[in-house]
């Protein structure tokens, strides 16, 4: 059985000193709960630092720790300095990233030195992962404080499988360019075979910064980086449900549900508990309740206001004014509204132990989950999942990522204060039938994803990714493939080459005029084209006019416009052809062109196209669809068709492609060697038609009608070299 390592920023385990002795309590913190749950019962280690600095132990109590945590914990631990707590954790972590994700970017910091010690803490990570790890371990990497760990572990170890899991949000393109390290970080994900997010949005996000930022093509949640596939997708996080679900079973909960009761007497309960984050949105909740109490003095004496804060991060400023904001409020709340005998919010600074919370869980009538941006929000699914009896009403941020699951919660906008308040009244008033209807659904979803579930699927996605690249890989010319092909090249007395250009020869261009060859290139290509043996044919999408300007004087047979144009001894059309379809078609083009920044027209003397590739991916793809359907749609009685290429669409005559084109050489004599390169959907129709005995190559690592793939253009370059030294 395969070994899950788990490697997260803190241990489930803490380790404290008082009075000289080494204590070990279980830490607090959605991950530690989630996670904890599950990864006892597999054979599992979980690395992380364990709360305690480097600066307070000495060499023997870091032995005994070790020896400690693994033996009765399955942990491992990573010694960090209070220096690295500051500017690791504290700084980069908690002042720049955290802030950054969750679009409070008036409080993030960009300090070099925070950024120089979170690399080197993930530097330090790695380390000790390369130490401990064995050849067939799922490592799984957990949140933003080791976002550059997968690729780290990638370079010490190639060929491990590597997950990595977000837990907060990933922003959106125009937020997360604001990083000065925003390279480095994405570069740094990357090293991971499956990197997870908690919904569709942060997905989506981190794909398109991917694409803009590093240049990288994704589909289907797919992105091709250089050699290597790796998957993108969304798994959100769930609960331990039957946890959650018997805990009013428990003597200790039953005993706080009791004790709770007999102080709140009549009075209804709105509960909140969050971590104390200025993410969350508590004074915002504070002002709402203030206001519906102004609105609706029916309810004095009849609410309890519940208010949960759980220190976090006490020493930085924001924190810290964050603190005395809430305090204000909560006094100033209690102070204008409160009586002899009824205080509106009772508020508790401090985290709750599990029986103490489930208890208020079971008790609340209303949970207020308002989060300004999160995640997930497991708090959500513990209060829907805790409701055995069906009875509770939560009202539920659209900006938590459980928002996305729990559709059937009263869902509302924190910023809106009228909204919230009417969504206040809405949950006072809501039937009890309405109640439990509402619940039983959630209850249902949320138990069968589970926290179980979560990881199962996270592992089970991770295996594809690997089995898929390993396909892929397995479809590599290999060097022994490669040595066979160069032997039937020598051997061969007539020799026929199929070569496409754009992205085939030279990379791709963000102006097509750009990709001029070079003189090594159009060197490389007449030392093929003279060698009495060879027949070289260049086959592109290109116009004749610029083909001829660039290879016309070289010993090359020519095919523009995917096969409109052919060029042996002189220029020829495959067939008649007519264009004036063009004036139909055009205003079309024209019109999605500037609908779409940086697009632009390109007309070819038989087809027109529309380029894609300066435009911003999320938009043009959208874009491409529009345009795809529309055209389809117009030409359905014309004899055209409409061509999708890298980053191109275009439309020309039916029938005519690279195929076609190709089978003008296939069937002219009897070859003694084939080879066919390319690297888009116009050259499978070449792929299509060659012989089996053929050799056909894809540059790239996608699926294709090719018998093998070429990692790179560089590759196929370099063949190409090598068939000249060898013939």
């Not at 490592?139 to 060929?159: F, G, V």
């Amino acid at each position: 059985m395969r070994r899950l390592l788990i490697v997260s920023n803190r241990l489930p385990i803490t380790v404290e000193k008082k009075k000289n002795a080494l204590h070990f309590p279980q830490s607090t913190g959605g991950l530690a709960t989630g996670l904890g749950s599950f990864y006892k019962s597999y054979e599992s280690i979980w690395l992380g630092w364990p709360g305690i600095t480097s600066d307070k132990t000495n060499k023997e109590e870091r032995e005994y720790i070790e020896a400690k945590l693994m033996s009765n914990f399955n942990c491992y631990p990573i010694f960090l300095s209070q220096n690295d707590i500051e500017n690791y954790y504290h700084g980069f972590s908690n002042k720049t990233l955290w802030p950054l994700c969750h679009y409070f970017t008036q409080f993030a910091l960009y300090d070099k030195n925070f950024w120089e010690s979170y690399r080197r803490v993930n530097e330090l990570f790695s380390e000790v992962i390369f130490k401990i790890s064995k050849k067939d371990d799922f490592i799984w990497i957990h949140d933003y404080h080791l976002m550059l760990l997968p690729n780290l572990i990638r370079e010490r170890l190639p060929d491990a499988m590597i997950g990595f899991f977000h837990h907060i949000p990933f922003p959106s393109f125009e937020i997360f360019r604001l990083l000065p390290w925003r390279k480095e970080i994405l570069e740094g994900l990357l090293g991971a075979d499956l990197i997870g997010f908690h919904i569709d949005d942060y997905t989506r996000h981190f794909l398109i910064s991917v694409h803009r930022l590093l240049g990288y093509e994704y589909t289907l949640g797919q992105i091709q980086a250089d050699d290597r596939i790796i998957r993108v997708d969304s798994f959100p996080m769930g609960i331990a449900f039957e946890r959650f679900s018997k805990a009013i079973q428990d003597p200790n909960v039953q005993k706080d549900v009791t004790r709770f009761r007999k102080k709140l007497s009549e009075h209804k309960v709105i509960l909140s508990v969050d971590r104390l984050d200025y993410t969350k949105g508590i004074p915002e909740r504070l002002k709402v309740f203030n206001t519906f109490l102004e609105r609706n003095p029916a309810y004095r004496e009849k609410l309890v206001f519940i208010l949960v804060a759980v220190p976090s991060r006490t020493q930085v400023e924001h924190y810290k004014w964050l603190k005395k904001q809430i305090d204000e409020l909560v006094g100033q709340i209690n102070g204008k509204f409160g009586t002899i005998g009824w205080t509106p919010i009772w508020y508790l600074y401090r985290s709750l132990p599990f029986h103490s919370l489930t208890a208020l869980y079971s008790i609340a009538d209303i949970c207020l989950v308002t989060p300004l941006r999160d995640g997930m929000n497991l708090i959500a699914k513990e209060y829907i999942a805790t409701k055995t009896d069906g009875k509770g009403v939560l009202i539920l941020s659209e900006m938590a990522g459980a928002a996305k699951e729990l559709g059937e919660t009263i869902v509302v906008n924190p910023n809106n204060r009228e909204e919230m308040v009417e969504a206040l009244a809405k949950a006072l008033m809501m039937p009890e039938e309405e109640q439990i209807e509402r619940n039983r659904v959630m209850q249902k979803r949320i138990q069968r994803y589970n926290v179980v579930r979560w990881k199962e699927e996270f592992i089970d996605r991770l295996v594809y990714a690997k089995k898929l690249q390993k396909e892929l890989h397995a479809r590599i010319l290999s060097p022994d493939m490669k040595m066979k092909l160069l032997s039937d090249y020598r051997t061969a007395q007539r020799r026929l080459l199929l070569l496409d250009y754009d992205g085939t020869l030279i990379p791709f261009f963000g102006k097509p005029e750009e990709a001029r060859p070079g003189d090594h290139l159009l060197q490389l290509l007449e030392k093929l084209a003279v060698n009495p043996k060879n027949e070289v044919v260049l086959l592109s999408g290109r116009d004749k006019d610029t083909l001829e300007r660039w290879f016309g004087t070289l010993s090359l047979c020519l095919v523009a416009e995917h096969g409109i144009w052919i060029k042996e001894k002189g220029w020829e059309m495959i067939e008649p052809l007519t264009n004036d379809w063009k004036a139909k078609i055009r205003p079309i083009l024209e019109i999605y062109m500037d609908r779409t920044p940086g697009a632009f027209v390109e007309e070819k003397e038989f087809s027109l196209v529309w380029h894609y590739r300066k435009a911003s991916s999320d938009l043009s793809n959208t874009r491409m669809r529009e345009l795809t359907d529309e055209l389809i749609n117009l030409t359905a009685n014309l004899n055209l068709q409409i061509l999708e290429g890298n980053k191109v669409v275009e439309v020309k005559n039916s029938g005519i492609n690279k195929g076609r084109a190709a089978l003008r050489w296939l069937t002219k004599e009897k070859w003694g060697f084939i080879m066919a390169i390319g690297d888009d959907r116009t050259d499978e129709d070449m792929f299509e038609v060659l012989p089996e005995r053929a050799y056909s190559l894809k540059v790239s690592l996608s699926s294709s009608l090719a018998e093998f793939n070429l990692k790179s253009q560089g590759d196929a370059l370099l063949l190409l070299e090598e068939l000249i030294l060898g013939s």
